[in-house]
């Protein structure tokens, strides 16, 4: 071809076509203004990074230089898009950035929409962006997706969101009971009180009583009322009389007392007596059960000999005899002991009669 002879027509066309194509090259090279997927993020951004902070655990924190993908608005396909992730300081090349077992769009989730059920991105088919409620604009409400444990309380958010408690606060339910604790002790951690018994879990914890079962001891008294008057919730028998506290308060004697009506008798040897443990004097004669028992007489009948003497004012109410007493007199004294015989009329079971009469009749009696 003559080229010197050729058209300029044809030269024209070979140079505009050289630099249309210098002009689309010029466009696949990143620069600090082009954002090809539309993420708020320039390319140049994108492909230099930026630099995370990540607590891996309690003790592993690293810092280093994180990229996303400037031809994808959502790197890693989590459904926060790369921007968002830029304004979060997580990893737009990883879902779970702080690899606690909860994916970074859950802890969005969660400090974003608190009190609402999360719906996951590949359900909703949706990707979050800075157009949604940013999710650091207020404190944590929910799990950091930078921080394996955001409440440092050694329990790792996944374990707490599981479990129930909440990730950014050490004691959910301001028990004084960590978090922690209470998932050992298999407790409820947002309960100031387990199982409902009365009695807070960290007073079962002192007490060394159970957290989830209403009856620690199994005497048919709750924890909550074992603690409240002072009794133990791990002691079916507290004051040790034989009487479980259950079946105490049932009877209405004193779980704490072994005697609860101070006569000197233990309750349980009262009901095997059959006598009355809350009245110390159960026949109201003026002595106690214990006194009765010991001198002889009756603790059921106030005038155990039938004399019609009260037995706390009758001084034979002891006497072993059942027969009549025989009281002698002396005849030198016959009005003094007259006049004492006129009293001795108002008596049961009592026989006047003559020394000579007594040791004729009543050698074997007993007499005064």
């Known amino acids: ?21 210098i002009a689309l090259a ?9 954002d090809w997927d539309n993420d708020n993020l320039t390319n140049l951004q994108e492909i230099n990074g930026w630099d995370i902070t990540v607590n891996f655990s309690i003790i592993h924190s690293e810092t280093f230089r994180v990229t996303s993908n400037c031809l994808m608005n959502d790197t890693d396909q989590d459904g ?3 921007y968002l992730e830029f304004t979060l300081g997580s990893n737009p090349r990883s879902s779970d950035t702080d690899l606690d077992g909860v994916s970074d769009h859950k802890e969005w989730w969660l400090n974003t929409y608190p009190d609402s059920e999360y719906i996951s ?61 209470e998932f050992q002790l298999n407790s409820n951690p947002n309960s100031f009180d387990s199982d409902g018994d009365g009695a ?38 507290y004051d040790g009389d034989s009487i479980p506290d259950g079946d105490e308060t049932i009877y209405g004697t004193n779980p704490l007392s072994e005697d609860t009506d101070g006569d000197g008798l233990s309750d349980s040897t009262e009901f095997a007596l059959w006598l009355n443990p809350l009245c110390n004097d159960t026949d109201g004669d003026g002595l106690l059960d214990l006194e009765e028992l010991e001198l002889g007489s009756n603790p059921f009948l106030a005038d155990s000999d039938g004399d019609g003497v009260n037995d706390f004012l009758d001084s034979d109410t002891y006497s072993v005899f ?13 009005s003094t002991s007259m006049d004492f015989i006129g009293n001795l009329s108002s008596y049961a079971n009592v026989i006047v009669v003559s020394i000579e009469e007594l040791e004729t009749n009543y050698q074997d009696a007993p007499y005064v």
């Open 121 to 181: 991105p590949y359900v909703a088919g949706v990707v979050a962006s800075p157009a949604l409620p940013p999710a650091m604009d207020n404190p944590l409400v929910g799990p950091s997706l930078t921080d394996w444990d955001t409440d440092h309380d050694l329990l790792g958010d996944a374990i707490e969101i599981a479990f129930g408690s909440s990730p950014v606060k050490s004691d959910s339910d301001w028990d004084s009971l960590s978090d922690l604790l």
């Open 1 to 21: 071809m003559d080229i010197l002879n050729t058209p300029f027509p044809i030269c024209t066309s070979r140079i505009w076509k050289f630099t249309q194509n």
């Open 200 to 237: 807070s879990d960290a007073v079962e914890y002192a007490g060394n009583s159970s957290l989830s079962v209403i009856d620690s001891d199994g005497d048919f008294m709750l924890d909550g009322m074992e603690y409240a008057i002072g009794g133990s919730a791990t002691n079916p028998d």
């Open 80 to 82: 926060l898009d790369d």
């Open 322 to 334: 059942d027969g009549p007493i025989v009281i002698t007199y002396d005849p030198s004294v016959a």
């Open 26 to 34: 010029s466009d696949i090279i990143p620069t600090s203004i082009s």
